[in-house]
C-alpha cells in the first residue's frame, strides 16, 4: 500500500512527539480533505458522465485498494 502525503505528515508529526489534540484533529480533516480530492480527480479521469453513481464508488474502491482505506 502507499502512503499519501498527509500520511506521511501525520506519521512524522506524531514520531516527533510534539503535538496537541488540535493538531490530530486538524491533521485527520486534512486527510479526508485529500481523500475527497484523490476520489475526485478519479471521477474527472474516469470520464464516465452518465454513470456518476457507479464512477464514485469506483473512486472509493480505487482508493481504499491504494491508499488502505480508513486507515
Known amino acids: ?7 506521511w505528515l ?3 508529526i506524531i514520531n ?5 489534540k488540535e493538531m490530530l484533529k486538524d ?3 486534512a486527510k479526508e480533505m485529500e481523500k475527497q480530492q ?3 480527480a ?5 470520464g ?4 456518476l ?3 464514485k464508488t469506483w473512486a472509493e474502491q480505487y482508493y481504499n485498494e491504494t491508499y488502505g482505506g480508513n486507515k
Not at 516527533?16 to 496537541?20: D, M, R
Request: proline share 0%.
Open 1 to 7: 500500500m502507499k502512503q499519501t502525503t498527509v500520511e
Open 10 to 12: 501525520i506519521e512524522r
Open 16 to 20: 516527533g512527539g510534539i503535538y496537541t
Open 27 to 29: 491533521l485527520e480533516q
Open 38 to 40: 484523490i476520489e475526485t
Open 42 to 46: 478519479y471521477q474527472a479521469g474516469d
Open 48 to 51: 464516465d458522465a452518465y454513470n
Open 53 to 55: 453513481k457507479e464512477t
